[in-house]
């Protein structure tokens, strides 16, 4: 159960946070599309009910994660918020093991797998997985 927001502030801002389609997201994909790649967007992670790859290169088992600084802990940038601290450690850290367990899962059976963090800019982040792409297909 969650506990209540610590004011309304805090309520509308956290209830405005955009799950997928974010601007970084966005950007990426305008991107890559702009390089001529084809690609399929929150597709299920094979094998993990409930979990879904934020940009994916099916026939090529490519996955990409665009993480929130916030919401998987980034080294660089987390906070941890003061108010129900204690529920929101929790929180955080399930978050991190679920990442972990899914990268796990998806280079297990095969994919690879291209984690970047919200901060990572977005002509960088194309790049990388463009590169990647191309490696794949010469395979």
Request: charged fraction near 25%.
């Amino acid at each position: 159960m969650s506990p209540s927001a610590s004011s309304p502030a805090v309520s509308r801002r956290m209830s405005r946070q955009a799950s997928r389609d974010t601007e970084q997201e966005l950007a990426v994909r305008r991107r890559l599309h702009r390089a001529g790649l084809r690609y399929r967007v929150n597709t299920p992670v094979p094998g993990i009910p409930r979990r879904t790859i934020d940009i994916a290169f099916g026939r090529l088992k490519i996955a990409v994660f665009l993480d929130g600084c916030f919401w998987h802990g980034c080294p660089q940038h987390a906070t941890s918020p003061k108010a129900n601290a204690e529920w929101w450690r929790s929180k955080l850290d399930r978050n991190m093991a679920r990442d972990r367990e899914t990268s796990e899962h998806l280079i297990g059976v095969g994919w690879t797998v291209l984690r970047f963090w919200e901060h990572d800019q977005p002509e960088d982040v194309a790049a990388q997985v463009t590169t990647a792409v191309h490696l794949r297909r010469s395979s």
